[in-house]
Structure formats: structure tokens, C-alpha cells
């Protein structure tokens, strides 16, 4: 399960996110999480939660979009987002392409913060 | 109409959440690329020969080039030692309950070694199928390995780590027809998660496809000298 250790990284990433854009009291997280970056969803949320005590970011929530596959068919000349990761082949033509354009993603995509006048800034993280 | 208060603050990031371990495989690949040496990152589930056929690397390669090897295991040296038998230059890296290798520990277990001394580093990752995927060591060629024991629709099992490899060696061939190994329904188990891969059948105990598989090895560092010529 590495998903604890990749839980390590989006708490310390999100905090000098935080600290470098000036969001205040961090309230969400939206990551973007593509089918094939090799990470489980729930054990990603389990972890979260495990590592985010007694951060900046204690009490922020996870939001995560699921990003399908999305492959370029040299046959049809297009590309196609596939209704399953695999078989790696085009939906509409049936050919195999390895041809992966997006589901790979594992992006901390945007921070929500708190209201402007709420709370102090984020502390810094605890070494 | 007032809602500026109500308005949440939302900011975009946009940033790899390994960033710091993708930013470390890059310096890496640079630092390999300018000292020329060619690194295979090797995967598979425990038990299925990356130490043997590792060890038949490193031995064939080693009365050509200079070869060194870092081997991660949760525990023990054992596989070091086994491999220093080969006489090549061989570092532990022992992970404790980590399940996979990443950037900064093949970083640090770099240090004191010549790199301008080294034609072929391989890395031995973690015996696992699922973690190592998502780390990018800074290598030339993902290697994933399977046995023939292993079943034929294992590749469909675990298919992000076959999507990211390079190419597939299938390993104990000559147990192939022991266990009824069925070749056709593998290939094809491969191929639909990742068309197209290279692959390898090998045998370490009778020999079998090690000459071909060094010669793809040998190619793969020509056309990444090649490469870095250009550049």
C-alpha cells in the first residue's frame, strides 16, 4: 500500500501550495486521479485522514475526480475515452492502441480556502 | 447583491502530487544520461527471478562493461550478497516496510560511486506489482517480470504496472511445458493492456533467450547513446 506514502506527499505539497498562493485555512483539496496512476481512491481518503492530523491542513476535505482513459487510435485518427481501462483498445474500431493521452494523472488540482477574514494563515508545517 | 463573503477562495495548483520525487528522477536521468550510464528498473511480484536473472546480467555484461546493481528488499542483505558473487558492485537498499523504492533512496545509495565507471546500473525494485509503479526512478527502461508459474492472465491482474513497463521478460522457461504454460493466451493478456511490449522468454538454468535479451539490452544503451548525442 503505497497510497500512505503518496498521502505523505499531497499533505506536504498541498501545505507549500498553500503557504506560496496565501490560501488561508485550506477547506478542500481537489485532485484529479486518473484510472491508471496506479493509486486506490479509498485507500488514498483512508490515509488522508491518517496523515493530515495535526497538520495546517487537520479538517480538509478530499475531493477526488476519477480521470478516464483516454487514448489516441491511430486507425480512426481520434481520440477516444475508454468506457473501461482495459483492454487497451479503441471503442469505436476495435484496434489495440497504447496510445494513453490522460488517465495517468495524479495532480493536486486547485486548494479551497476559507473566508478571507476567518482564521490566521497556515502555520508552518511541524518538522 | 452581496456574496463576496459566501464566495469560497479557490486556487489553482495544478501540480504532480509526486512532483518532488518526479523533479529527483529527472535530475537523475540527467546526471545518468551525462555519464552514460544506462539504468533498467526492474519489477515483479516476489519469487519470480529478478535476483537470478540479475545475477546472469551482471555476470554476461561484466566481462564488457561496467555493471553495478541496487537492490531493494523490506528486509536482509541477502540479495546483495548474493549478487556480489557476479563480482559487480552491488548496494542494498533496504526499505523496512516500504513497499516500493523511489528517487531519493536511489539517490542516496548512489553516493561514493563512480558513475563515469558504469555502463549498465540495473535496480532490482521492491517484489511488488502494484506500489513500484507509480515511482519514476530516473530509469532508461522499465523491466517487468514474469514466470511462467505465475498464471497467464496475471498481466490483466496487475495491469498499471504492465501498462508502465517497457518491456516483458517471462522467466523459467524451461519450466514452460512442466506447468502447461499456455504462451498464446499470455501474449495476448499482455498485449491488451499494453499493445505492443517487447517480450523476453528466458531461462536462466538452461540459457535459454539470455543472448537475445543481453543483445536488447546492449541495443536498448546504443540507441540511448545515440540519443544523447544528438542532444
Redesign the interface.
Same mark, same amino acid.
Given at each position: 500500500?503505497?497510497e500512505l506514502?503518496?498521502a505523505h506527499?499531497?499533505v506536504?505539497?498541498?501545505i507549500e501550495?498553500a503557504e506560496k498562493?496565501g490560501?488561508?485555512r485550506v477547506?478542500?483539496l481537489?485532485?484529479k486521479l486518473g484510472v491508471?496512476?496506479?493509486?486506490v481512491k479509498e485507500a488514498l481518503e483512508f490515509s488522508f485522514d491518517v496523515v493530515v492530523q495535526g497538520t495546517p491542513l487537520e479538517g480538509a476535505r478530499l475531493v477526488i475526480e476519477d480521470i478516464p482513459v483516454k487514448v489516441f487510435c491511430p486507425d480512426c485518427k481520434q481520440a477516444h475515452i475508454l468506457p473501461e481501462?482495459?483492454?487497451?483498445?479503441c471503442p469505436v474500431c476495435k484496434r489495440?492502441?497504447?496510445q494513453?493521452l490522460e488517465g495517468r494523472?495524479?495532480?493536486?488540482?486547485?486548494?479551497?480556502?476559507?473566508?478571507?477574514d476567518a482564521g490566521s494563515d497556515v502555520k508552518p508545517p511541524d518538522r | 447583491m452581496q456574496e463576496v463573503?459566501l464566495n469560497?477562495?479557490?486556487?489553482?495548483?495544478?501540480?504532480?502530487?509526486?512532483?518532488?520525487?518526479d523533479v529527483l528522477a529527472r535530475e537523475l536521468r540527467k546526471g545518468f544520461q551525462e555519464a552514460g550510464v544506462y539504468v533498467i528498473n526492474l519489477v515483479s511480484s516476489p519469487g519470480a527471478g529478478k535476483t537470478t536473472l540479475l545475477t546472469e546480467m551482471l555476470t554476461r555484461l561484466g566481462e564488457r562493461y561496467g555493471v553495478a546493481a541496487l537492490v531493494g528488499d523490506l528486509a536482509t542483505e541477502n540479495d546483495a550478497e548474493r549478487l556480489r558473487l557476479s563480482g559487480a558492485q552491488v548496494r542494498q537498499i533496504t526499505t523496512g516496510t516500504?513497499?516500493?523504492l523511489?528517487a531519493e533512496m536511489v539517490k542516496r545509495n548512489l553516493e561514493g560511486w563512480d558513475l563515469e565507471a558504469i555502463d549498465f546500473l540495473f535496480i532490482e525494485n521492491v517484489g511488488n506489482l502494484?506500489?513500484p509503479?507509480?515511482?519514476d526512478l530516473g530509469e532508461n527502461q522499465r523491466v517487468v517480470l514474469f514466470s511462467v508459474t505465475e498464471g497467464e492472465d496475471k498481466p490483466?491482474k496487475y *495491469?498499471? !504496472?504492465v501498462?508502465?513497463a517497457d518491456t516483458a521478460v517471462i522467466t523459467k522457461i524451461d519450466l514452460a511445458e512442466a506447468v502447461g504454460f499456455q504462451r498464446e493466451c499470455f501474449y495476448e493478456a499482455l498485449?491488451?493492456?499494453? *499493445?505492443? !511490449?517487447p517480450i523476453f522468454e528466458v531461462s536462466v538454468r538452461t540459457g535459454e533467450g539470455i543472448e537475445e535479451w543481453i543483445a536488447h539490452l546492449e541495443a536498448g544503451k546504443a540507441a540511448f547513446e545515440k540519443a544523447a548525442g544528438c542532444l
Open positions: 500500500m503505497h506514502s503518496i506527499s499531497l506536504e505539497l498541498a501550495a498562493t490560501t488561508k477547506k478542500t481537489y485532485l491508471l496512476s496506479g493509486v481501462p482495459f483492454p487497451m483498445r489495440r492502441t497504447g494513453v494523472e495524479m495532480e493536486l488540482y486547485a486548494l479551497e480556502g476559507g473566508e478571507e | 463573503t469560497p477562495r479557490i486556487v489553482e495548483i495544478r501540480q504532480n502530487i509526486l512532483k518532488k520525487n516500504v513497499c516500493h523511489d502494484v506500489c509503479a507509480s515511482y490483466v *495491469p498499471t !504496472i501498462n508502465s498485449n491488451e493492456v499494453r *499493445p505492443g !511490449i
